[in-house]
């Protein structure tokens, strides 16, 4: 299937790949954008009420799946694949970048962090940019199909495990439902008054599993009972180390992983209902009714399945042959210096990441008419200072294109896109789309 506008941009009903090509080579329509395709009609329509389609989602960690589907068929597969490993680590980096810097013997540095305060509603960046992900590639469909609906799984998790049926939201999944317990009572309780390491009852404490000095958290799973001689003893060893010391095997003791994932979905789910709601009518359904509609229809594990079979409506006929991945880039807003030895910045940041009327991760073409690269080219665009730029096509990356040859053929947004799938409609019209761009 096929996004159409028509002349005056409005969304229409998606059509089929082979309507969509006879409208081109009829001359009756225009290419609008490459990623997603959408084509324009040259005339206007008359918009149908009845014209109404939906979007699917189910979000996840790394990778979200969307399906867009009428009241019939299935008409688009997608996943949206998240950066927020790539956030997290860039901002790790800077703060040890800082923190380095303020521990130097250098002229001093007053720190800020102690004094700033986080507003309603806060969530970590690399958590923000997975959920705004959603957000904007929703909204950009929109612009090419009408949607009315939104059907998003919403997924409770309760990894304490204590209590069944209680739903956790925002900083509550980090702090459980034993926040206001006495938690030593608890662990007396949990352990029998007796030292986990040695069965000792007394001057027993609150002990990490895992020493916080090593990444260990205060979560219910890490902590234990323990005498102050082994307290002492165990210092910031792991168990195994610990375990060889006093010759006893501790393995049954060892925390379990933090379910991270989800703790991200859990975070950003109602930010991402709460945005979506204002332009949208919401649907929310549960995990588990998404298993089980998916194994309803016999389809496999993946998580654009998993979007089409979210909320109460889920047999669809399928009519996707592809799946269109957007893969989250970002922007090159960061603005970013070299440091030198005693980590003060030695060059300044970018002025502008536009270069001669382009920008890294533009679709262009270039007609270079003579010389060792004469040819046409299309693809992603890497540009340089000197104007002379690299491009990326499917197949190679030309370098050192002049930027005189080379016309914009969509801005890049800070998304990449590829298909999936045994053949799509770009690759069934690959020499006229090719032709079309390239003339």
Same mark, same amino acid.
């Given at each position: 299937?096929?996004?159409?506008?028509?002349?005056?941009?409005?969304?229409?009903? #998606?059509?089929?790949?082979?309507?969509?090509?006879?409208?081109?080579?009829?001359?009756?329509? +225009?290419? $609008?954008?490459?990623? #997603?395709?959408?084509?324009?009609?040259?005339?206007?329509?008359?918009?149908?009420?009845?014209?109404?389609?939906?979007?699917?989602?189910?979000?996840?960690?790394?990778?979200? @799946?969307?399906?867009?589907?009428?009241?019939?068929?299935?008409?688009?597969?997608?996943?949206?694949?998240?950066?927020?490993?790539?956030?997290?680590?860039?901002?790790?980096?800077?703060?040890? =970048?800082?923190?380095?810097?303020?521990?130097?013997?250098?002229?001093?540095?007053?720190?800020?962090?102690?004094?700033?305060?986080?507003?309603?509603?806060?969530?970590?960046?690399?958590?923000?940019?997975?959920?705004?992900?959603?957000?904007?590639? +929703?909204?950009?469909?929109?612009?090419?199909?009408?949607?009315?609906?939104?059907?998003?799984?919403? =997924?409770?998790?309760?990894?304490?495990?204590?209590?069944?049926?209680?739903?956790?939201?925002?900083?509550?999944?980090?702090?459980?439902?034993?926040?206001?317990?006495?938690?030593?009572?608890?662990?007396?309780?949990?352990?029998?008054?007796?030292?986990?390491?040695?069965?000792?009852?007394?001057?027993?404490? =609150?002990? $990490?599993?895992?020493?916080?000095?090593? %990444?260990?958290?205060?979560?219910?799973?890490?902590?234990?009972?323990?005498?102050?001689?082994?307290?002492?003893?165990?210092?910031?060893?792991?168990?195994?180390?610990?375990?060889?010391?006093?010759?006893?095997?501790?393995? $049954?003791?060892?925390?379990?992983?933090? #379910?991270?994932?989800?703790?991200?979905?859990?975070?950003?789910?109602?930010?991402?209902?709460?945005?979506?709601?204002?332009?949208?009518?919401?649907?929310? %359904?549960?995990?588990?009714?998404?298993?089980?509609?998916?194994?309803?229809?016999?389809?496999?594990?993946? $998580?654009?399945?998993?979007?089409?079979?979210?909320?109460?409506?889920?047999?669809?006929?399928?009519?996707?042959?592809?799946?269109?991945?957007?893969?989250?880039?970002?922007?090159?807003?960061?603005?970013?210096?070299?440091?030198?030895?005693?980590?003060?910045?030695?060059?300044?940041?970018?002025?502008?990441?536009?270069?001669?009327?382009?920008?890294? @991760?533009?679709?262009?073409?270039?007609?270079?008419?003579? %010389?060792?690269?004469?040819?046409?080219?299309?693809?992603?665009?890497?540009?340089?200072?000197?104007?002379?730029?690299?491009?990326?096509?499917?197949?190679?990356?030309?370098? @050192?294109?002049?930027?005189?040859?080379?016309?914009?053929?969509?801005?890049?947004?800070?998304?990449?896109?590829?298909?999936? @799938?045994?053949?799509?409609?770009?690759?069934?019209?690959?020499?006229?789309?090719?032709?079309?761009?390239?003339?």
């Amino acid at each position: 299937m096929v996004f159409v506008i028509d002349k005056q941009k409005n969304q229409l009903l #998606p059509t089929t790949n082979a309507k969509a090509r006879i409208l081109l080579n009829a001359n009756k329509a +225009v290419i $609008h954008k490459i990623y #997603p395709f959408v084509i324009r009609l040259k005339t206007s329509k008359t918009i149908n009420a009845n014209n109404k389609c939906a979007i699917k989602l189910d979000p996840g960690a790394n990778t979200t @799946g969307v399906a867009i589907v009428d009241k019939e068929k299935c008409l688009f597969l997608m996943e949206i694949i998240h950066r927020g490993k790539e956030i997290r680590k860039a901002l790790f980096q800077r703060k040890v =970048v800082r923190r380095n810097r303020r521990q130097r013997n250098t002229r001093y540095r007053q720190a800020r962090f102690q004094n700033r305060i986080k507003r309603n509603g806060w969530l970590a960046p690399s958590v923000k940019s997975r959920a705004d992900n959603i957000i904007n590639i +929703v909204n950009k469909l929109s612009k090419y199909i009408p949607l009315t609906n939104v059907a998003i799984e919403s =997924v409770s998790f309760n990894t304490t495990d204590m209590t069944e049926g209680i739903k956790l939201y925002g900083k509550e999944y980090q702090n459980g439902n034993l926040k206001d317990t006495k938690l030593r009572k608890f662990l007396m309780e949990k352990y029998s008054n007796r030292c986990n390491y040695c069965g000792s009852i007394e001057k027993l404490e =609150v002990e $990490h599993i895992l020493s916080k000095s090593k %990444g260990g958290t205060d979560s219910i799973k890490n902590l234990t009972l323990s005498c102050r001689k082994c307290n002492e003893l165990k210092n910031n060893l792991s168990l195994k180390q610990f375990g060889k010391l006093i010759n006893r095997d501790l393995s $049954h003791l060892e925390p379990l992983q933090t #379910p991270k994932s989800a703790a991200i979905i859990q975070s950003a789910r109602n930010y991402t209902i709460a945005q979506l709601a204002k332009s949208f009518e919401i649907e929310t %359904g549960e995990g588990w009714e998404t298993s089980f509609n998916r194994k309803e229809v016999n389809l496999p594990k993946e $998580h654009y399945y998993d979007a089409l079979c979210v909320g109460k409506d889920y047999d669809y006929r399928i009519v996707a042959n592809t799946v269109l991945v957007i893969k989250a880039r970002g922007r090159g807003s960061r603005q970013m210096c070299l440091m030198d030895k005693y980590g003060f910045p030695r060059t300044s940041p970018k002025s502008s990441k536009s270069v001669k009327g382009f920008q890294t @991760g533009d679709i262009i073409k270039a007609k270079v008419p003579d %010389g060792k690269k004469q040819g046409k080219y299309f693809g992603k665009v890497a540009v340089r200072t000197n104007g002379y730029f690299n491009i990326t096509t499917d197949t190679q990356t030309i370098q @050192g294109i002049g930027h005189k040859h080379c016309k914009v053929i969509q801005r890049g947004d800070g998304y990449a896109y590829f298909m999936k @799938g045994a053949s799509g409609f770009l690759s069934g019209l690959e020499d006229r789309v090719s032709t079309a761009i390239l003339r």
